[in-house]
Nanobody, 116 residues
Framework: QVQLVESGGGLVQAGGSLILSCQASGIAYTNYDMAWYRQAPGQQRQFVASVTSNFNTDYADFVRGRFSISRDNRKKTVSLQMNSLDPEDTAVYYC??????????WGSGTQVTVSS
């Protein structure tokens, strides 16, 4: 059974930091590209950051320089270090694992709320 379990969300003041973590199980983790997405109320889910199976990273422009994604293949985790948080970063953050077009899994999300 595939599981992606996010943790680390919460309430933080503007300018603060949070670290999100996603624990994967039930997948051949080293094969998967891992990513974080987010969805704010009334908005579509949007890409935040990704790290491929080869450890290549990519970021959405609105988080570049503030967020950092990393993965630990031994622990089967992917983390998102979020710095200089802004109220516009408030959203539910989702972990995604993808291997080709057929294998695409999502976590249930973790809420991040940034107060002004």
């Amino acid at each position: 059974q595939v599981q992606l379990v996010e943790s680390g969300g919460g309430l933080v003041q503007a300018g603060g930091s949070l670290i999100l973590s996603c624990q994967a199980s039930g997948i051949a983790y080293t094969n998967y590209d891992m990513a974080w997405y987010r969805q704010a109320p009334g908005q579509q889910r949007q890409f935040v950051a990704s790290v491929t199976s080869n450890f290549n990273t990519d970021y959405a422009d609105f988080v570049r320089g503030r967020f950092s994604i990393s993965r630990d293949n031994r622990k089967k985790t992917v983390s998102l270090q979020m710095n200089s948080l802004d109220p516009e970063d408030t959203a539910v953050y989702y972990c995604n694992a993808r291997w080709g077009p057929l294998y695409d899994y999502w976590g249930s999300g973790t809420q991040v709320t940034v107060s002004s």
